[in-house]
């Protein structure tokens, strides 16, 4: 199977190089300061899993040729209209998309574009980051990837990327309900990246704080609520998991977005929370602390973010 990775950042440089790893066909879509980085000193990756340095196919746009089996897309939210355009011309007939970005506006998009056919579900749970040398950092054990139809079935195509995902030594999970699985996906990160990032501080740090478990679960009840209105249906055993999850006072875990923020990188504040709060706004629901999240995140955006 051609497998072309988009972006060799956190989440494509690590489970690109995973499948890299495992001996799949596998292409990086760079752009070209990345390239030329990732093309004079490879690609590593430092994980509790081993680490793996090697020295993989790279293309820019302009050198795209054919068409791929399988497009894994791991761009943020605000670099997909661009990278869009740039897979355009190799996705085929039939060709697979599969992004794994947070949130759910990109799923109206990429099908908007390219066909419900072409979109395949995916999403992953990792805790990964860049270094400033551009080496991917696996900060904890976690390497989900979750992927299936949008319709739930096993076709055969479905299986070919469960096959390759099974070969690259992750924690690999075809699932016949990936578009309730995104929801919760989206239920959790928008939880996570609001408490976070609001209060600037890890999961137990702000469960430990007086409030703090009370603010995290009034999150979550906002975002499920919201989600509930727009077709989510409510699985009760995982949003039960993911308020454990963030109110546990000894969680040392915190969002990609959290991370980004400390860094003063660009966050995706419009599609993990903006998104909610113009659904609640649409079909009258209030969710006072997700709109002051959103408010907070887009002064951050505005005006703290590095050149
Ligand atoms: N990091 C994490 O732990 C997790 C992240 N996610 C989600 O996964 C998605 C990706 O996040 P993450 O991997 O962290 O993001 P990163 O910023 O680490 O990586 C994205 C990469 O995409 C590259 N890129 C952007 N546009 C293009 C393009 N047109 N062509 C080629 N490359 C491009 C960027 O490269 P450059 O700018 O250098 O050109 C960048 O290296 C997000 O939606 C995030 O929410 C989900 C789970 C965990
Ligand atoms: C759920 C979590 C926190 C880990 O995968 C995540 O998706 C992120 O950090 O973006």
């Keep these: 199977m051609r497998i072309l990775v988009v972006g060799a950042g956190a989440t494509g440089g690590y489970f690109g190089a995973r499948l890299a790893q495992a001996g799949q066909d596998v292409t990086f879509l760079l752009r070209e300061k990345r390239a030329q980085a990732v093309q004079q000193d490879g690609l590593t990756i430092h994980s509790p899993h081993g680490d793996f340095h090697f020295q993989p196919n790279v293309l820019q746009a302009s050198q795209l040729t054919g068409s791929y089996d399988l497009i894994l897309l791991t761009v943020k939210s605000f670099g997909l209209e661009a990278a869009i355009k740039d897979i355009a011309p190799v996705v085929g007939e039939n060709t697979m998309v599969m992004p794994v970005l947070n949130g759910m506006k990109h799923m109206e998009t990429l099908s908007l574009r390219f066909g419900e056919h072409a979109l395949i579900g995916g999403l992953c749970k990792i805790n990964a980051t860049l270094d400033a040398d551009g080496h991917v950092h696996q900060m904890t054990p976690l390497h989900q990837i979750i992927y299936g139809e949008l319709s739930g079935e096993k076709t055969e195509r479905i299986l070919k990327v469960d096959q390759a995902f099974q070969s ?48 995290a679960q009034a999150i979550v009840t906002e975002a499920l609520t919201t ?20 109110t ?60």
């Design 227 to 246: 989600m509930k209105a727009f077709g989510y249906a409510e699985r009760a055993a995982a949003v039960a998991k993911i308020r454990e999850s963030v």
């Design 168 to 215: 690259a030594g992750v924690e690999a999970i075809l699932s016949e309900t990936i578009i309730t699985d995104l929801w919760e996906k989206w239920l959790l990160l928008s939880s996570f990246g609001a408490i976070t990032c609001t209060m600037r501080g890890n999961i137990g740090q702000v469960a430990s704080a007086p409030g703090g478990t009370e603010f």
């Design 248 to 307: 546990d006072k000894s969680s040392p875990q915190t969002s990609s977005m959290y991370r980004d923020m400390m860094q003063g990188y660009p966050i995706e504040a419009d599609q993990i929370i903006g998104d909610l709060v113009g659904r609640a706004t649409r079909v009258g629901i209030n969710i006072p602390l997700l709109q002051a999240a959103y408010t907070h995140l887009c002064v951050y955006q505005k005006n703290f973010v590095k050149q």
